[in-house]
């Protein structure tokens, strides 16, 4: 029997520019992308989500024809989903929102399907704290591992509660700018230390282009970004960079800080897919062997012998 | 006996204001930092710049006593040494240079001393493209591998010539926004490929807190920097890369990928110890059993075995 992994988050329609291209209306969302990408491992995955009328049957299909299963995403007679439009800079990497339109998302209450209420890993994706609160109050006792992601925005408005969600969890996952705001340390070290004394055991600093890095356990681990030739659209790397990381965590066995190097890998090399062509279209066509080349690539890029001097 | 390192560069003092600190005249300038970091590898390393009356003999004695040859050091009567002035920004990252004072440096004409013209290994700092030049063709036949630093500013005003020494180098050290500049590509992948084909057999990208790329034989090596809790002054971390880099190219039979992987990881780790205190301080006190534990430690936070999914 698979192990469960639940995922909590948005399911989206994105529009999106870059300097060279534009879409108009692609699947996209946080939920969308974890699933996504952690389907490519052997795990029991169900989604918690809201859609409003207009999503497309197509768009589900594409879920449960990975075995995920969508009883947990409520479709909202009448409603509109989620919509978020925005803009990437010249350098690929800051990028504008045009238009946030938050539609059915607005009064999200989640309810997870009594099946994944004892799910081997949660992973909740950057939303409301108060909705990640609910989700993660229902989850039975037995949960092992529950990852979370969140943002500035969160920080700013809605400390509290969101403070009282990172205290339960296992795993933060955050970029480097949202890792100083929260700790109010410039050095990522420092930064991690003081994230730690607020719950999780382990937290994952996002550096985009620039890799990422894991502290837990007393120790460190960091990663370049795999080196690709052309970004076409980074929407979705770092949910598909957790998306590996969640599914190679409910994949396992025990999670230790060595599980979770392993997620941090895959997560890279994923993301790396997910980058290099506009939406889910490069994850949805990647295959195990690719994925798999990649990774020893990976490893040849990074890896060094000790030579004492 | 030992394999001759030529250092071109400069020797400076600077004033340094951190947001939490200020240094009005302490040591510094490239080939300082340069020949400091070389000397903690078995090399005979030579210097070859320009000093004022105002160069203190306590702080030639530093080199001295390092056995680093200053024959190559010119020393102008009357003259006053280069200065340069900066402030960093509050992240540490970005800095203002506030007075440059070129002084002796301004009609610096470069002799390389007979003894260190077959130098085995050749690291040119930045310098005007002439002077660095000059300093080249002064060279015989049979240096063997020839490394080159230059900056933005270069490139904006003395391009022609600049071409011309990038034309002669095995291994150009440029940073990122720089290696942009150079090959007017976006995709560092595909800037080193054009820098590549202006001739450098080797090109390494420096990233400052995020590390450094290394291109060359079809391949790529990526490191983070090592991450350490505080940076107190960033100055000369880039100048003890390339120091740590020439002392062990100069300390190898042979020169390949390998032999620059092991530079970088030596050049990681010393510079980490440069920004820990102003100045040169923290390497001239190093040990190598401190070099080699950290060398140790970056190894164990980068390293990760392949499993397959």
Redesign the interface.
């Known amino acids: 029997m698979k192990n469960k992994l639940l995922v909590v988050g948005t399911m989206a329609y994105d529009a999106i520019e870059t300097p060279y291209d534009k879409v108009d209306r692609i699947l996209g969302g946080a939920a969308t992308y974890i699933s996504l990408a952690s389907s490519?491992?052997e795990v029991d995955c169900g989604l918690v989500s809201v859609i409003g009328d207009d999503f497309e049957n197509s768009d589900l299909k594409i879920l449960t024809d990975l075995e995920v299963s969508i009883d947990g995403v409520e479709q909202v007679s009448g409603g509109k989903s989620f919509f978020w439009s925005g803009r990437y800079h010249?350098?690929?990497n800051g990028r504008t929102t045009l238009e946030t339109q938050l539609n059915v998302l607005e009064n999200f209450s989640p309810n997870v399907p009594d099946s994944y209420r004892n799910a081997e890993v949660m992973m909740i994706g950057n939303l409301h704290p108060g909705v990640q609160l609910t989700a993660l109050n229902q989850m039975s006792g037995k949960s092992r591992f529950v990852i979370l992601d969140t943002m500035n925005f969160w920080m700013d408005n809605f400390r509290d509660t969101l403070d009282e969600v990172i205290a339960k969890v296992d795993l933060i996952t955050i970029n480097d700018e949202e890792a100083r705001q929260l700790s109010e340390e410039?050095?990522?070290?420092?930064a991690a230390k003081k994230i730690h004394a607020m719950g999780p055991k382990y937290v994952i600093i996002k550096?985009g282009e620039?890799?990422a890095?894991l502290f837990g356990e007393g120790?460190?681990?960091?990663?370049?970004a795999f080196?690709?030739?052309?970004?076409v659209d980074p929407t979705g790397a770092g949910d598909s960079f957790a998306g590996g990381i969640s599914g190679?965590l409910a994949?396992a066995n025990t999670i230790d800080f060595e599980t979770l190097?392993?997620g941090m890998?895959?997560g890279t090399v994923l993301a790396s897919f997910t980058v290099e062509q506009f939406g889910t279209k490069s994850l949805l066509q990647v295959t195990?062997d690719s994925?798999?080349n990649r990774?020893?690539q990976f490893?040849?890029?990074?890896?060094?012998e000790?030579?004492?001097?």
Chains 1, 2 share one sequence.
């Open positions: 490519k491992f010249d350098d690929m410039h050095s990522l070290v420092k550096k620039h890799g890095m120790k460190v681990f960091i990663i370049p080196p690709i030739d052309q970004v190679i994949n190097k392993t890998i895959y195990s994925i798999n990774i020893q490893r040849d890029s990074t890896s060094f000790r030579n004492e001097k």
